[in-house]
Each structure stands twice: as structure tokens, then as C-alpha cells.
């Protein structure tokens, strides 16, 4: 099973400014990786799949890359509803795993 | 609009059932693998089961295979879980979720439903 490891646990950021998450793979998942955003008592929320393809939606504040077994969101000019918690999902093959998730907070 | 709407969490006590519907709309509900997700509050996403299209292959979690069972009626539009046996550690909100169909990443969630387990 494929272990996906986010960093950091929690990162604190000002609004307007940018925020950096990674999510690492332990062996290759090629470009089968999704990000996802959730909110306190709502289901998470597609923002990405196939590492950088934004879904419907999404604003273009919101950037991924990666491929293999490193992967980055980026979010530029955090706005207030951008402070969540945000997860990524291998689907190479199966089992599918998620990543322990990253807290973003106002700083 | 892609519509998952949860029902049949709640309360049971530790060794109890309890049935989970997941009931769609506004896809062709027949071609779409669908897959059942657990979170604890406050804490990660678990993969639980997942069904094929046409309900005749199915998979679990080691932590729940033997005690829960994923159905589908493909007449009806829903998705069950039903889980028997329950333990304190089965307490989470469920999620029903869908497999986009070419692309295999899961594309809708359903609103979630909490169970809990607790005597």
C-alpha cells in the first residue's frame, strides 16, 4: 500500500499571502494524485486531479504540480474561505490512500 | 447536478446494525463505481468498501471486512452499507463517493452521516 505523506500538519499564513503544501508518495503514483479541500462539517471538495488539473470551479488562485512521488499546492492571495484543512488522494491503483491532511490557519 | 444524499446514521450500541443509504442523482448511477469513505471528527479520510458498477465485485477494509457489506440497486439509484456487529471505533461520519468514470479520482461526496457507536 502506498503511504502519502503531507507537510506541514499545519500551516499558519496571513491573508493575501501565498501558501505552500506538499504531499509526498512513497513509491511513484505517476500523475494519479487529487487534491481536496474540507471545511468544518462538510465533505471534502475536489480542487484538482491528474496532479494539476484544476476542476470545475476552482479558482486560478489555486495551483498544482508534480508527478511520481512529490506533489505541491499552491494558493496565491489566500482569501478567508481558503482556511481549511486540504488532503490529497493517490488513485494509481488500488488501494487508494489519502494523506493525513494539512490544517491551513490564519496567521 | 450531481446530487448524493446520505440517510440511516445515528446512535447504536457496541455489537448493533445499522444501514446506510446513499441515494443519487443526476448521473447515470448504473455506470459509476461508487465507494464508501470514514472520517473520525477532527481527524483523517479512511477508505471503507467500494462496489462496482454493477454490484458484482466488491472490496473492505481490513478493519471492516466480515462485519459490513456494500450493496447497491441500481433500480433505485442507492448505494447501502450495511454494517453489523459495530465497535467503538466505527464512530466517524460516513461519506457515499463517486468514481469519476475515466479517470478513477473521486469526483462527488455525499453530505456525510454520522454514526456512533456507544453504549
Known amino acids: 500500500e502506498i503511504v502519502m505523506t503531507q507537510s506541514p500538519a499545519t500551516l499558519s499564513v496571513s491573508p493575501g499571502e501565498t501558501a505552500t503544501l506538499s504531499c509526498r508518495a512513497s513509491q511513484s503514483v505517476g500523475s494519479s494524485l487529487a487534491w481536496y479541500q474540507q471545511k468544518p462539517g462538510r465533505p471534502p471538495r475536489l480542487l484538482f486531479y491528474g496532479a494539476s488539473t484544476r476542476a470545475t470551479g476552482i479558482p486560478v488562485r489555486f495551483s498544482a504540480t508534480g508527478s511520481g512521488t512529490e506533489f505541491t499546492l499552491t494558493i496565491n492571495s489566500l482569501q478567508s474561505e481558503d482556511f481549511a484543512v486540504y488532503y490529497c488522494?493517490?488513485?494509481?491503483?488500488?488501494?487508494?490512500?489519502f494523506g493525513q491532511g494539512t490544517e491551513l490557519e490564519t496567521k | 447536478e450531481v446530487q448524493l444524499v446520505q440517510s440511516g446514521g445515528g446512535l447504536v450500541q457496541p455489537g448493533g446494525s445499522l444501514r446506510l443509504s446513499c441515494a443519487a442523482s443526476?448521473?447515470?448511477?448504473?455506470?459509476?463505481?461508487m465507494h464508501w469513505v470514514r472520517q473520525v471528527p477532527g481527524k483523517g479520510l479512511l477508505w471503507v468498501s467500494r462496489i462496482n458498477s454493477d454490484g458484482s465485485d466488491t472490496k473492505y477494509a481490513d478493519s471492516v471486512k466480515g462485519r459490513f457489506t456494500v450493496s447497491r440497486d441500481n433500480t433505485r439509484n442507492t448505494l447501502y452499507l450495511q454494517m453489523n456487529n459495530l465497535r467503538a471505533d466505527d464512530s466517524a461520519v460516513y461519506f457515499c463517493v463517486r468514481r469519476e468514470l475515466s479517470e478513477n479520482y473521486y469526483d462527488f461526496w455525499g453530505q456525510g452521516i454520522l454514526v456512533t457507536v456507544s453504549s
Open positions: 443526476g448521473f447515470t448511477f448504473s455506470n459509476s463505481w
Open positions: 488522494l493517490h488513485y494509481n491503483y488500488w488501494p487508494y490512500s
